[in-house]
């Protein structure tokens, strides 16, 4: 599961390749809960398949979620296995080691998280502005601004006057 903008392709070589029969495949994002690919997967779900993913993170982004997602897959007599890390929940040995490496993952993605801020807050302490430089200058924007307003240009026709990085 990948957002719109991702390729799918590196996922569906490598589910292919270890014999998933059938993909199913949203362009969500993994933090979304209902996703209308993962919900016809549970629902057609029947005892003995094993869903697949290439790793937790392409299915859920919380542990939580992963946990319900995991367990509606074994309420249907199902299995599940990630392929970035060989682990079979249709053992108990394999349940265990899957909650230990999902409660890692969801650790590791919230110290990403506050790594980030922290950086994010350093850098504005700094006077550091994130983001992509204006397209326009200061009186670049006044003067469309004023267009706009004023004169009631169109904003296309406005745009197409600067011309620059869009």
Aim: aromatic share 4%.
């Amino acid at each position: 599961m990948s957002t719109a903008d991702q390729s799918l392709d590196g996922q569906r070589d490598a589910l292919e390749k270890a014999g998933a029969g059938r993909l199913f495949t949203d362009t969500i994002t993994g933090t979304a809960r209902h996703r209308p690919e993962l919900d016809r997967l549970l629902d057609q779900l029947r005892p003995g398949d094993v869903g697949v993913v290439t790793k937790y993170d392409r299915l859920a982004r919380s542990l939580k979620d992963l946990l319900e997602i995991v367990e509606a897959i074994e309420a249907k007599g199902a299995g599940f296995r990630p392929l970035a890390e060989d682990i079979d929940t249709t053992t108990p040995a394999g349940r265990l080691v899957f909650h230990v490496f999902a409660s890692i993952a969801e650790f590791e993605r919230g110290r990403i998280a506050e790594r980030t801020r922290e950086g994010l807050e350093a850098a504005r302490k700094r006077g550091r502005v994130g983001g992509r430089p204006p397209a326009l200058s200061p009186s670049q924007r006044a003067e469309a601004r004023r267009m706009r307003d004023e004169e009631g240009r169109p904003m296309g026709e406005i745009a197409a006057l600067f011309p620059g990085e869009r």
